[in-house]
């Protein structure tokens, strides 16, 4: 499992975890996306299979990689994990685009980690 790592400062964790997980279960019960005034840039949303949240912990899942958050502080965690490079790729567009998007007031920035070395073109160092 290929794993990636943010650390969002804000004085409200715990509301940006709420919102993010509440807008990923509002996408899971939508099946069908409205029309979008501009369908240039109309994307279907991602599917969610399943979210969940508490005041400090909530989780994503979205069947091909998932996202876990805490909220502790005045800081927002973020955890993307998946199987390979593209899908943890779109795990964390998806969060950094909502994430941004809702915080955009207090200027949020996501900037991710790799908590694991990516495998070089070669294969895995022996």
């Not at 804000?10 to 939508?30: D, E, F, I, K, N």
């Not at 840039?41 to 958050?69: M, Y």
Request: proline residues 6%; negative net charge.
């Amino acid at each position: 499992m290929l794993t990636a790592e943010a650390h969002v400062q804000t004085s409200q964790p715990g509301r940006y975890l709420a919102q993010l997980s509440r807008h990923a279960q509002q996408v899971h019960r939508m099946r069908h996306r409205p029309h979008s005034h501009d369908e240039r840039d109309a994307q279907p949303p991602p599917k969610v299979e399943h979210a969940e949240w508490s005041e400090t912990r909530g989780s994503i899942d979205f069947g091909w990689g998932r996202c876990t958050l805490q909220a502790n502080g005045d800081l927002l965690t973020l955890r993307a994990e998946a199987a390979d490079e593209e899908d943890l790729q779109r795990v964390q567009d998806i969060v950094t685009r909502d994430i941004e998007r809702f915080g955009s007031r207090e200027h949020l920035k996501v900037n991710w980690q790799r908590l694991d070395p990516p495998i070089s073109a070669s294969g895995p160092a022996s």
